[in-house]
């Protein structure tokens, strides 16, 4: 009976304690999840001497190389920080959603983006503003303008990034788009780089007819649709369209409805896409934007169509490699063909950030003379400083007198936000022009439902 | 009364310290489930009324059934695109899963080493998860590198792969066939070795064998197992979007309702708002396909049983 009872109490007691260990386990879970919610979300003062800075940006070989370099430094001068730097591929997709969960739990302390804050639509709403718009608009980025290192700016970051007389990004650099040749492959085959857009047609004809089965590379696959849009609409329709465009930019005559979708310039833009598609590798909706560097340097194709950020990785995988690059000749008159130069990278501290006296202080250090020229010469990109230099990478050598020229595509490419109709956000546009590139619809179809769903500001 | 005069339920039978222990476990779990499946199921269905962004500082409106009438009208068209793609995707994903598990299930059945190997590598890709399945595919057709390239270029056949209009959705049911077909053959091997083998003895003394033997006695007494599996399969296919998402994005013609209401409410849109509203619809269709298939599926069982 003494035994029975013992027993039964030891197994109450057992039983207890599990319940009791479920329970807490349980308890904790909830108590990480609403943790780190809180945590996420309290922050925005800091101790600039200690702890973790968190950085977060989206695969890019050589700004990830540079990044982990300068952090390192950063380790070295400031022992007691740790930086961690966290990643997601791709920009559009991995990176865009590992984005607005950081912002929207304040759980990085600098983030990353590549979409621009100008041109802002004409009536910036949640809806016609793109996230880092929406962002920049609406005091969650904090104000960068007072820091001592923004006087050191050049006028193209602070156009860049100022809205409403607040500095809400730093702009790392530009980052031209344009068409790398081989020069070995041009000597070759006797052939000179093309000014105009016959002569552009005649130069891949001619490597066509002399073996060459795809004069030019590029690759859409993994997501990377969005290379159409900056690669090939953009120079096109800044050739060929934005001349149109008296007194105003494309982007603001497309928004305010004097120039239309279903204009004959749009439809000559994508009947030339249609055209520079059968030169390009036959599958390339399918070759993977990462190999676009390899692809060109293992001399699959004597061109390659893609941003200087791409040489470093050119060079790397062949270092005896020479390199040129021309602007995509859209049009038949030379000036008008610019190359493009693409606001890049830039980093914005959000003002809830965990440790915000951190952010700055590491944005202090980036800014440094010695770093910053070590992150443009690591990333090949164009540099936003007033002073420096003279800068030694591989891209400057390749772009010659091209480095930092080009013109903004934001002049070109209005807002194409969720406030648009389907095939006019951005996920879609560069789709329909995919399918007339691959002939399943015509370019007037294209322009037809462009504008169908376009509304203007 | 029917309990006094009774046998006393399973749970009476256990102690109290015992009936505490279960009863805390199953107040545990369904805490749980409400709290990280129903109240996330609601409040998506809340939030597709609404123009919430998901945004840190953006208003949210309550914007009644305008999501719903912005897919239901030409405003969006690829949401009925999406229908479209949603359709195929499952047919072949339903269809392909469940005769090829079936065919695998019938020849690896048996207890040797070989059919234990194989068993193994076919169930293996389960157990790599949706990333790595979605990479080790990519990988094989790539265009440029790839080796399925490799052995068709000697043909002279080229192709995008993931990136053609053409074979992008039938690659894709391929690659989600494979990934869950070790779970739907191991079901369907159940199945087989639940069937007594004295009605196969029976039936070979009456010379049924091959073909004959499968149709009248194999198929009709896998009933069960097939309603599980192509419930499974259906539903499944219904809500993929993760390996779309790591395959095409949900381009070349395979946008299903899962990867457009991912893309919608994470993209650069950034638009929750509408992005559940698909997904309430998907939820509905789910519901809709599944309630009816499955009833329809055990009529089937009981016709073929009689």
Same mark, same amino acid.
């Given at each position: 009976?003494?035994?029975?009872?013992?027993?039964?109490?030891?197994?109450?007691?057992?039983?207890?304690?599990?319940?009791?260990?479920?329970?807490?386990?349980?308890?904790?879970?909830?108590?990480?999840?609403?943790?780190?919610?809180?945590?996420?979300?309290?922050?925005?003062?800091?101790?600039?001497?200690?702890? =973790?800075?968190?950085?977060?940006?989206?695969?890019?070989?050589?700004?990830?190389?540079?990044?982990?370099?300068?952090?390192?430094?950063?380790?070295?001068?400031?022992?007691?920080?740790?930086?961690?730097?966290?990643?997601?591929?791709?920009?559009?997709?991995?990176?865009?959603?590992?984005?607005?969960?950081?912002?929207?739990?304040?759980?990085?302390?600098?983030?990353? =983006?590549?979409?621009?804050?100008?041109?802002?639509?004409?009536?910036?709403?949640? $809806?016609?503003?793109?996230? =880092?718009?929406?962002?920049?608009?609406?005091?969650?980025?904090?104000?960068?303008?007072?820091?001592?290192?923004?006087?050191?700016?050049?006028?193209?970051?602070?156009?860049?990034?100022?809205?409403?007389?607040?500095?809400?990004?730093?702009?790392?650099?530009?980052?031209?788009?344009?068409?790398?040749?081989? $020069?070995?492959?041009?000597?070759?085959?006797?052939?000179?780089?093309?000014?105009?857009?016959?002569?552009?047609?005649?130069?891949?004809?001619?490597?066509?007819?002399?073996?060459?089965?795809?004069?030019?590379?590029?690759?859409?696959?993994?997501?990377?649709?969005? &290379?159409?849009?900056?690669?090939?609409?953009?120079?096109?329709?800044?050739?060929?369209?934005?001349?149109?465009?008296?007194?105003?930019?494309?982007?603001?005559?497309?928004?305010?409805?004097?120039?239309?979708?279903?204009?004959?310039?749009?439809?000559?833009?994508?009947?030339?896409?249609?055209?520079?598609?059968?030169?390009?590798?036959?599958?390339?909706?399918?070759?993977?934007?990462?190999?676009?560097?390899?692809?060109?340097?293992?001399?699959?194709?004597?061109?390659?169509?893609?941003?200087?950020?791409?040489?470093?990785?050119?060079?790397?995988?062949?270092?005896?490699?020479?390199?040129?690059?021309?602007?995509?000749?859209?049009?038949?008159?030379?000036?008008?063909?610019?190359?493009?130069?693409?606001?890049?990278?830039?980093?914005?501290?959000?003002?809830?950030?965990?440790?915000?006296?951190?952010?700055?202080?590491?944005?202090?250090?980036? =800014?440094?003379?010695?770093? &910053?020229?070590?992150?443009?010469?690591?990333?090949?990109?164009?540099?936003?400083? $007033?002073?420096?230099?003279?800068?030694?990478?591989?891209?400057?050598?390749?772009?010659?007198?091209?480095?930092?020229?080009?013109?903004?595509?934001?002049?070109?490419?209005?807002?194409?936000?969720?406030?648009?109709? &389907?095939?006019?956000?951005?996920?879609?546009?560069?789709?329909?022009?995919?399918?007339?590139?691959?002939?399943?619809?015509?370019?007037?179809?294209?322009?037809?439902?462009?504008?169908?769903?376009?509304?203007?500001? | 009364?029917?309990?006094?005069?009774?046998?006393?339920?399973? @749970?009476?039978?256990?102690?109290?310290?015992?009936?505490?222990?279960?009863?805390?476990?199953?107040?545990?779990?369904?805490?749980?489930?409400?709290?990280? #499946?129903?109240?996330?199921?609601?409040?998506?269905?809340?939030?597709?009324?609404?123009?919430?962004?998901?945004?840190? #500082?953006?208003?949210?409106?309550?914007?009644?059934?305008?999501?719903?009438?912005?897919?239901?009208?030409?405003?969006?068209?690829?949401? @009925?695109?999406?229908?479209?793609?949603?359709?195929?995707?499952?047919?072949?994903?339903?269809?392909?899963?469940?005769?090829?598990?079936?065919?695998?299930?019938?020849?690896?059945?048996?207890? #040797?080493?070989?059919?234990?190997?194989?068993?193994?590598?076919?169930?293996?890709?389960?157990?790599?998860?949706?990333?790595?399945?979605?990479?080790?595919?990519?990988?094989?057709?790539?265009?440029?590198?790839?080796?399925?390239?490799?052995?068709?270029?000697?043909?002279?056949?080229?192709?995008?792969?993931?990136?053609?209009?053409?074979?992008?959705?039938?690659?894709?049911?391929?690659?989600?066939?494979?990934?869950?077909?070790?779970?739907?053959?191991?079901?369907?091997?159940?199945?087989?070795?639940?069937?007594?083998?004295?009605?196969?003895?029976?039936?070979?003394?009456?010379?049924?064998?091959?073909?004959?033997?499968?149709?009248?006695?194999?198929?009709?007494?896998?009933?069960?197992?097939?309603?599980?599996?192509?419930?499974?399969?259906?539903?499944?296919?219904?809500?993929?979007?993760?390996?779309?998402?790591?395959?095409?994005?949900?381009?070349?013609?395979?946008?299903?309702?899962?990867?457009?209401?991912?893309?919608?409410?994470?993209?650069?849109?950034?638009?929750?708002?509408? #992005?559940?509203?698909?997904?309430?619809?998907?939820?509905?269709?789910?519901?809709?396909?599944?309630?009816?298939?499955?009833?329809?599926?055990?009529?089937?069982?009981?016709?073929?049983?009689?």
């Amino acid at each position: 009976m003494q035994l029975s009872r013992t027993l039964g109490r030891s197994r109450r007691r057992r039983a207890l304690a599990g319940i009791a260990a479920v329970t807490t386990l349980g308890a904790a879970a909830l108590a990480g999840c609403s943790s780190s919610g809180s945590g996420g979300s309290s922050g925005s003062g800091g101790n600039a001497d200690s702890g =973790t800075l968190k950085i977060i940006t989206w695969v890019n070989p050589p700004a990830v190389s540079a990044l982990t370099a300068i952090n390192k430094e950063f380790e070295a001068k400031y022992p007691k920080i740790h930086v961690q730097l966290q990643t997601a591929v791709n920009v559009a997709t991995g990176y865009a959603n590992l984005l607005q969960t950081s912002v929207n739990s304040s759980s990085a302390d600098i983030v990353t =983006t590549v979409d621009q804050l100008q041109p802002l639509p004409l009536n910036p709403t949640r $809806k016609s503003e793109t996230p =880092t718009q929406f962002w920049s608009t609406n005091n969650v980025f904090a104000d960068l303008s007072t820091q001592p290192w923004a006087k050191n700016l050049n006028d193209t970051a602070v156009k860049a990034e100022t809205y409403n007389g607040k500095l809400v990004g730093l702009l790392s650099g530009v980052y031209q788009e344009l068409v790398f040749y081989n $020069k070995a492959d041009f000597t070759k085959y006797g052939v000179t780089p093309p000014k105009t857009w016959d002569e552009f047609i005649t130069l891949m004809n001619t490597l066509k007819s002399k073996g060459v089965s795809s004069p030019l590379w590029l690759g859409l696959g993994s997501g990377a649709s969005v &290379y159409v849009t900056r690669f090939i609409a953009e120079p096109f329709m800044n050739s060929l369209w934005a001349p149109k465009a008296s007194g105003e930019t494309l982007a603001q005559a497309l928004e305010k409805g004097d120039l239309k979708w279903n204009s004959p310039e749009m439809i000559q833009v994508l009947q030339r896409e249609q055209q520079l598609a059968k030169y390009l590798e036959p599958s390339y909706t399918g070759a993977a934007w990462q190999d676009m560097p390899n692809a060109f340097a293992q001399d699959k194709a004597p061109m390659l169509l893609d941003g200087s950020w791409d040489l470093t990785s050119v060079q790397k995988a062949n270092p005896t490699m020479q390199v040129g690059s021309f602007a995509l000749p859209g049009s038949n008159d030379p000036a008008a063909n610019q190359p493009v130069a693409n606001q890049d990278l830039t980093f914005e501290v959000l003002n809830k950030a965990p440790d915000k006296a951190l952010a700055m202080k590491w944005m202090a250090f980036f =800014t440094s003379p010695a770093i &910053y020229k070590q992150y443009v010469n690591m990333t090949g990109i164009s540099p936003i400083m $007033k002073s420096g230099g003279p800068y030694s990478s591989f891209s400057s050598k390749v772009l010659g007198p091209l480095f930092g020229q080009g013109f903004n595509p934001g002049d070109v490419l209005p807002a194409l936000s969720a406030d648009q109709g &389907y095939w006019d956000t951005a996920t879609q546009w560069p789709l329909l022009q995919e399918s007339v590139m691959a002939g399943s619809k015509t370019p007037q179809q294209a322009v037809a439902m462009y504008q169908s769903d376009w509304k203007t500001g | 009364m029917a309990r006094r005069s009774g046998k006393p339920s399973n @749970v009476r039978l256990l102690s109290r310290p015992s009936r505490l222990v279960m009863w805390g476990g199953v107040a545990i779990g369904l805490a749980f489930f409400l709290l990280f #499946g129903i109240a996330p199921a609601v409040a998506n269905i809340a939030i597709s009324l609404t123009d919430y962004s998901g945004l840190a #500082g953006a208003s949210t409106s309550f914007t009644g059934l305008d999501n719903y009438t912005t897919l239901f009208t030409t405003q969006w068209p690829g949401f @009925v695109a999406s229908l479209g793609d949603t359709l195929y995707f499952v047919v072949g994903v339903t269809v392909v899963q469940n005769a090829v598990a079936l065919a695998l299930a019938h020849r690896l059945q048996g207890t #040797g080493r070989t059919a234990t190997l194989l068993r193994i590598l076919a169930f293996l890709p389960i157990v790599l998860g949706v990333t790595v399945v979605g990479i080790v595919w990519l990988l094989m057709f790539d265009p440029q590198s790839g080796p399925v390239q490799a052995i068709l270029g000697h043909a002279g056949i080229h192709s995008a792969f993931f990136g053609s209009d053409t074979w992008a959705m039938p690659l894709t049911i391929l690659a989600q066939v494979w990934q869950n077909l070790g779970f739907t053959m191991v079901v369907f091997i159940g199945g087989l070795k639940a069937i007594p083998p004295e009605i196969f003895e029976a039936a070979a003394i009456d010379g049924v064998t091959g073909w004959q033997r499968f149709r009248r006695l194999t198929w009709p007494l896998m009933a069960a197992v097939v309603t599980v599996n192509v419930t499974f399969a259906v539903i499944g296919s219904l809500t993929t979007y993760n390996l779309i998402y790591i395959l095409t994005d949900g381009q070349f013609g395979t946008n299903t309702l899962g990867i457009l209401a991912f893309n919608t409410a994470f993209g650069n849109t950034a638009d929750l708002g509408l #992005g559940a509203s698909m997904s309430v619809i998907l939820l509905l269709l789910a519901i809709l396909v599944a309630l009816p298939l499955v009833a329809f599926l055990q009529h089937r069982e009981r016709r073929l049983l009689a």
